[in-house]
């Protein structure tokens, strides 16, 4: 437990400290504010220092406060001593370590930077959610539900013959056979989906499908034989999906508002580029520095007929 509690916040306060040591670079004898909880080798480690720990990893008020409490001192004072042995040994002084903490810093400034102008946005209004709601009968007062089963199989093993098997089968039993018979390793398994968690396409191409249509999904190094067991009504009301759609739409608008900012600050920037071989190229969409102050968006599946029918990639759950 103290093993997986050190190393998680070894990982976690990477960035932090890395910036923090970049700044205070050639200025050890400064203090470090707060209530001084240990000393290593000189240096304190404090009463903020440990509350900031607390907070970064979320650490639940319960009875063993003081027993949690103390692990994360621990995992201080171990982070402090590999610290201090790197920097005798100068590591803090190689290129790759100088360049991760220009890197770390310049993060930690751009999201701070991005969470300050974009983090005081309103919660959405009750018209709004509302609004959402009416215009998405799909996600809610429509909302399907698809029960299918599957059959994992590695990619390398999805071959023209398993695709024509998959043609002349009437069912995902006639392929399992066809898979015994040819020793091609596979897991059975069965998924519930809503037509809240797909991509409307997806969703779309699904509800179209007759029950025991089979198709695949590709992803990555494994791929999915699946078959429709059923499709159903699962209505959601708007008090149901009210926290969802607040949820859905607060990370849009801080999403708009981010996009909004970087657009405003490359309109007035002098940018220029260098070294650069077929042209400037187009600016993304959703730079790094935006992206990393919202949440991950869910990726679009988008079908592609092959056989039965062959996917691409496969809907991740989320509002769209």
């Not at 001084?36 to 639940?60: M, W």
């Not at 007062?141 to 199989?153: A, G, I, P, S």
């Not at 499709?231 to 999906?241: I, K, M, R, S």
Request: hydrophobic share 40%.
């Amino acid at each position: 437990m103290n093993t997986q509690l050190n190393q998680r916040l070894l990982s976690a306060g990477l960035a932090v400290l890395t910036a923090a040591a970049l700044v205070a670079c050639g200025n050890k004898a400064e203090k470090k504010p707060g209530q001084a909880l240990a000393s290593v080798n000189g240096e304190e480690i404090t009463v903020l220092q440990l509350n900031d720990e607390l907070a970064r990893n979320n650490a639940p008020a319960t009875a063993n406060q003081e027993a949690t409490r103390k692990q994360v001192l621990e995992a201080l004072i171990d982070r402090q001593l590999l610290d201090s042995e790197a920097a005798k040994e100068k590591i803090d002084r190689d290129p790759k370590v100088v360049q991760a903490i220009e890197r770390a810093k310049s993060l930690i400034l751009a999201q701070a930077y991005m969470q300050k102008r974009v983090g005081t946005l309103t919660k959405p209004s009750k018209p709004e959610v509302e609004a959402y709601f009416s215009q998405n009968p799909q996600f809610f007062t429509n909302r399907k539900q698809f029960d299918m089963r599957e059959l994992v199989v590695a990619t390398r093993d999805v071959s023209d013959e398993l695709k024509a098997a998959m043609d002349a089968s009437k069912s995902l039993d006639d392929v399992s056979t066809w898979l015994d018979a040819h020793k091609v390793k596979y897991a059975r398994a069965q998924i519930s989906r809503t037509s809240s968690d797909l991509p409307p396409e997806l969703s779309a191409k699904l509800a179209a499908m007759p029950r025991g249509q089979m198709f695949i999904i590709r992803e990555g190094e494994r791929s999915m034989l699946i078959s429709i067991a059923d499709v159903h009504p699962a209505p959601v009301n708007l008090e149901t999906a009210t926290p969802q759609i607040e949820q859905f739409l607060y990370a849009k608008k801080n999403k708009e508002a981010a996009e909004a900012e970087i657009k405003r600050l490359r309109s007035t920037a002098k940018i220029a580029y260098m070294n650069q071989s077929g042209g400037t190229g187009a600016a993304p969409a959703t730079t790094p520095a935006a992206a990393a102050a919202l949440p991950a968006q869910s990726a679009d599946a988008t079908p592609v007929d092959s056989g039965k029918t062959e996917m691409n990639e496969r809907g991740v759950a989320g509002l769209k």
